[in-house]
């Protein structure tokens, strides 16, 4: 089984930025898709990003795009959320996940979850 450990999160202000990880357990990462999610308290998960297996591609949440990128070091077995530009309202827990699929198409079903980490953007 695959295990998740995001790290990263913090407490920043409006305009700033801030490197997520999600570092995975085994050498199977470099065969998943794999994902960025974020819940607030009271509200639906949302999707954030999504990067294919070989990083050949990636998805994008419209809330985020052109302020965030996700990126993956396959070597590392670890994958990225570089935030820019945050606002108060990406203030959320930010959970990774990965998938047994390869792709983006059709949107892969995600598995398998991290423990989330929190982003606060104060304003």
């Known amino acids: 089984q695959v295990q998740l450990i995001e790290s990263g999160g913090g407490l920043v202000q409006a305009g700033g930025s801030l490197r997520l990880s999600c570092a995975a357990s085994?050498?199977?990462?470099?065969?998943?898709?794999m994902g960025w999610f974020r819940q607030a308290p009271g509200k639906e998960r949302e999707f954030v990003a999504a990067?294919?297996?070989?990083?050949?591609?990636?998805n994008y949440a419209d809330s985020v795009k052109g302020r965030f990128t996700i990126s993956r070091d396959n070597a590392k077995n670890t994958v990225y959320l570089q935030m820019n530009s945050l606002k108060a309202e990406d203030t959320s827990v930010y959970y990774c996940?990965?998938?047994?699929?390869?792709?983006?198409?059709?949107?892969?079903?995600?598995?398998?979850w991290g423990q989330g980490t929190q982003v606060t953007v104060s304003s």
């Open positions: 996940a990965a998938s047994s699929s390869w792709g983006l198409v059709p949107p892969p079903r995600y598995d398998y």
């Open positions: 085994e050498r199977t990462f470099s065969y998943r898709a």
């Open positions: 990067i294919s297996w070989n990083g050949g591609t990636t």
